[in-house]
């Protein structure tokens, strides 16, 4: 299947900084990426979807001023946690399709640990 | 977004085929049915999905009743690695976005 890469996969920051997720498409172009969250023992929670070349939209109760997500390229979306707290220590998972058709596959990536001290 | 309902847990045993089901009685003509699996720590991989046929691949089959309101995933020699949460989601048809509810844990014991 498709691959989709998420860097780093494990993050430690300081409370108050910022910190940048990757996520990648390697072999296909993305227009449309996702973004997820997962607590322990939980569901993927969706946080929200990007197009490429628009703003994020963003599901409800989720901090768009916080969680800046940028998807510049049909290969790259980011998501920045900004001023980051110990609550914010979470799994971050993105996922990544070629269209909006409801067939298309979205694939996702490995995940990445965020854990803020 | 049409809701699914599947069991909270089941077991298998090694080398037999784990049947894993899901209602989703609310789903629209035009909304697949999707599968995915999240071993611990990693992110879901994606399984297989369907329309209205059943469907066949390396992995798996999805049986989908006649009327589309649930689903059978199966796995047909589960073997030790197959241990996981399984997601049975229905894909809203424009919308694009894949929502996750709580999953089956399936465990395959030897």
């Known amino acids: 299947g498709a691959v989709v890469s998420q860097h780093p996969s494990r993050v430690i920051c300081k409370s108050g900084t910022s910190v940048k997720i990757e996520c990648r498409s390697l072999?296909?172009?993305?227009?449309?990426m996702f973004w997820y969250r997962q607590f322990p023992k939980q569901s993927l929670m969706l946080m929200a979807t990007?197009?490429?070349?628009?703003?994020?939209?963003?599901e409800q109760g989720v901090e768009k001023d916080k969680f800046l997500i940028n998807h510049a390229s049909l290969t790259l979306s980011t998501l920045t946690v900004t001023s980051a707290h110990p609550e914010d220590s979470s799994f971050y998972i993105c996922?990544?399709?070629?269209?909006?058709?409801?067939?298309?596959?979205?694939?996702f990536g490995e995940g990445s640990w965020l854990t803020v001290v | 977004d049409a809701k699914t309902t599947q069991p909270t847990s089941m077991d298998c045993a090694e080398g037999r085929a784990a049947n894993l089901p899901c209602n989703h009685s609310?789903?629209?003509?035009?909304?697949?049915v999707y599968w995915y699996r999240q071993i611990h720590s990693q992110g879901p991989q994606y399984i297989i999905h369907?329309?209205?046929n059943n469907e066949t691949n390396e992995m798996a089959s999805l049986i989908i009743t006649e009327d589309r309101k649930s689903s059978t995933l199966i796995l047909p020699h589960a073997t030790l690695r197959d241990t996981a949460v399984y997601y049975c989601?229905?894909?809203?048809?424009?919308?694009?976005?894949?929502?996750f509810g709580a999953g089956t844990i399936l465990r395959v014991k030897s």
């Open positions: 996922s990544a399709t070629e269209g909006p058709i409801a067939g298309n596959t979205i694939y």
């Open positions: 990007s197009n490429e070349g628009s703003k994020a939209t963003y």
């Open positions: 609310t789903i629209s003509g035009n909304e697949y």
């Open positions: 369907g329309l209205k």
């Open positions: 072999d296909f172009q993305a227009t449309t």
């Open positions: 989601i229905v894909r809203l048809g424009y919308g694009n976005k894949l929502v």
